[in-house]
């Protein structure tokens, strides 16, 4: 596969065309960012993680009967994926206050639901991504009735697979963003990354915080956080 031109460039990644029109490469940056772009800084070895990171949880999920981008790991920082028209919507799972839940509603981080709340943004920087719910969705069309019934179904299995997964490495999956992505012939897929960027991750046994809430709160150790997390996940 030969990799062409930038076709765009994110605040984590980067999306190169390939001589395959139903493939792009998308190669993952140290560069962090948090409350909409206005903090700004390195994490030394992100990239690695989260490209290692999203793609052995990508290949867990496809085993478990979820469709996924996935296509191929080329390197340390670069990965084959399916080209897909992202769905606007970040799609947030939370099985723990935390962050915006808690800030929104007035409650403190860490009370555990009795089930897991699904959310959605609408991805658009210019406006910070709002909170949207799903007749909104609908009056942006922004995806179809159905596009919304599969994509929640989706992100509820995938919850159920990284809840069970992360319990095994001593970790408490607290809440994760994700996106889907539409293939050429509709199917949606789940796309993006799932990271240590996109997720959070409490060590079950101290709950000191491994995602990017160090980044966000200054709480030092980032990049041990990061390393920890890969450690934990690849073995
Ligand atoms: N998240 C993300 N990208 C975003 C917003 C949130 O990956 O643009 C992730 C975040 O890391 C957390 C979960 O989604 O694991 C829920 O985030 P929340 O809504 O609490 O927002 P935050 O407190 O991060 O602003």
Same mark, same amino acid.
């Given at each position: 596969?030969?990799?062409?031109?930038?076709?765009?460039?994110?605040?984590?990644?980067?999306?190169?065309?390939?001589?395959?029109?139903?493939?792009?490469?998308?190669?993952?940056?140290?560069?962090?960012?948090?409350?909409?772009?206005?903090?700004?800084?390195?994490? !030394?070895?992100? /990239?690695? *993680?989260?490209? +290692?990171? &999203?793609?052995?949880?990508?290949?867990?999920?496809?085993?478990? $009967?979820? =469709?996924?981008?996935?296509?191929?790991?080329?390197?340390?920082?670069?990965?084959?994926?399916?080209?897909?028209?992202?769905?606007?919507?970040?799609?947030?799972?939370?099985?723990?206050?935390?962050?915006?839940?808690?800030?929104?509603?007035? !409650?403190?981080? /860490?009370? *555990?639901?009795? +089930?897991? &709340?699904?959310?959605?943004?609408?991805?658009?920087?210019?406006? $910070?991504? =709002?909170?949207?719910?799903?007749?909104?969705?609908?009056?942006?069309?922004?995806?179809?009735?159905?596009?919304?019934?599969?994509?929640?179904?989706?992100?509820?299995?995938?919850?159920?697979?990284?809840?069970?997964?992360?319990?095994?490495?001593?970790?408490?999956?607290?809440?994760?963003?994700?996106?889907?992505?539409?293939?050429?012939?509709?199917?949606?897929?789940?796309?993006?990354?799932?990271?240590?960027?996109?997720?959070?991750?409490?060590?079950?046994?101290?709950?000191?915080?491994?995602?990017?809430?160090?980044?966000?709160?200054?709480?030092?150790?980032?990049?041990?956080?990061?390393?920890?997390?890969?450690?934990?996940?690849?073995?």
């Amino acid at each position: 596969m030969m990799k062409l031109q930038q076709l765009y460039e994110g605040k984590a990644k980067r999306v190169y065309a390939t001589d395959d029109e139903s493939r792009v490469i998308v190669s993952y940056k140290d560069d962090a960012t948090a409350f909409n772009g206005q903090k700004k800084g390195t994490i !030394v070895g992100k /990239g690695v *993680v989260n490209n +290692r990171v &999203t793609n052995y949880l990508m290949r867990l999920l496809e085993t478990e $009967g979820v =469709p996924t981008h996935f296509v191929e790991e080329l390197s340390d920082r670069e990965t084959v994926v399916k080209k897909v028209e992202i769905v606007p919507l970040e799609v947030i799972v939370r099985n723990i206050s935390a962050g915006s839940f808690s800030k929104r509603y007035g !409650v403190e981080e /860490g009370i *555990v639901f009795e +089930r897991p &709340t699904v959310e959605f943004s609408y991805k658009n920087d210019d406006l $910070g991504d =709002p909170l949207i719910n799903d007749d909104h969705a609908l009056a942006l069309r922004l995806a179809t009735a159905e596009e919304i019934a599969v994509i929640k179904t989706l992100a509820l299995r995938v919850n159920d697979v990284l809840k069970a997964f992360f319990k095994r490495v001593n970790v408490d999956l607290v809440d994760f963003k994700l996106e889907f992505g539409r293939l050429a012939d509709g199917t949606i897929v789940l796309a993006d990354e799932i990271s240590p960027d996109t997720c959070r991750f409490w060590d079950s046994t101290t709950h000191e915080k491994l995602d990017k809430d160090r980044f966000r709160r200054d709480l030092g150790g980032v990049e041990d956080a990061y390393s920890e997390m890969m450690r934990r996940i690849l073995g």
